[in-house]
């Protein structure tokens, strides 16, 4: 009941970068395993969603997130200091019972991938804090709780496209010794002993010069956001104190402001009174 809920449940795709969050939960794993645990906060980390039939990948990130949870949930040296579980057949009546209970609400797509989301004005609505990219509408989630009740990280838009063409994961592991035992804890087969192999396509894709993602290199900056949120929970009261005002400004996402604005902007039409 004292730990931190921390939530991702959205159509799974590599664009919105649940490997991301993956790739944090097998980091605090490895921390656990390592003793490294200054800052820590306990921590339930729920991963749910819906795959596309055809999409391989997808699949194989739903295959990866049940492996590690499997591995970090079974380890008794974890002793309750992180759970993991993915969530099957997510949908309308599962939100309804997650966004209330969640503490932190990961919107970490790649930054000029995500449209507009509206999942993550739900959470905020309900009083949850936001960790995630300068994308879509956690841009406006930013602009009105301010940068103090918000965990920004990573890449901007003009950024990942000034790296396009230019991207070298390589680099990224070769300077970060937290994101190079990650990589090897999934190359090594230690989530997947007994199918080898399975999880290379990720690993692949991951270490890919063209991967369009650009995951590795968001990584470091979103392992500074999430200790930046283990710190801040500590503090019940200010942590209290976000969340309410998170709440308390979510009004501007209101649907019949949206609807005003259309209408002055596009439809121009005279309002019409009850009769």
């Not at 991938?113 to 999942?119: D, I, L, M, Q, V």
Request: net charge negative; with cysteine.
């Amino acid at each position: 009941p004292s730990a931190l809920f921390d939530v991702q449940v959205k159509r799974i795709h590599e664009y919105k970068r649940q490997l991301l969050n993956v790739l944090h939960v097998i980091h605090l794993y490895n921390r656990i395993k390592h003793g490294r645990l200054e800052g820590w906060s306990d921590r339930c980390v729920l991963i749910g969603g819906k795959a596309a039939p055809g999409y391989v990948m997808a699949k194989s990130i739903i295959k990866l997130v049940n492996s590690v949870a499997e591995v970090v949930n079974s380890d008794p040296d974890v002793d309750g200091r992180l759970k993991v579980a993915f969530l099957p057949n997510y949908r309308v009546s599962s939100m309804e019972i997650i966004a209330p209970a969640t503490d932190l609400s990961e919107q970490i797509s790649t930054a000029g991938k995500e449209a507009s989301g509206t999942g993550n004005m739900k959470f905020m609505m309900n009083g949850a804090l936001t960790i995630g990219t300068y994308d879509g509408a956690n841009i406006e989630i930013l602009d009105a709780v301010g940068e103090d009740n918000f965990f920004l990280f990573g890449l901007r838009a003009d950024e990942v496209e000034a790296l396009r063409g230019h991207y070298h994961p390589q680099a990224y592991l070769e300077q970060d010794h937290e994101l190079r035992e990650v990589i090897e804890l999934i190359a090594s087969g230690h989530f997947n002993p007994c199918e080898p192999g399975i999880f290379d396509m990720i690993l692949g894709s991951l270490l890919s010069p063209h991967d369009p993602w650009l995951t590795l290199a968001d990584f470091h900056s979103y392992v500074d956001a999430q200790h930046r949120v283990a710190l801040a929970w500590h503090d019940t009261a200010n942590w209290t104190r976000m969340s309410i005002l998170n709440t308390a400004a979510s009004g501007f996402f209101s649907t019949d402001r949206t609807m005003g604005e259309y209408n002055r902007d596009i439809w121009k039409l005279s309002p019409s009174q009850p009769a």
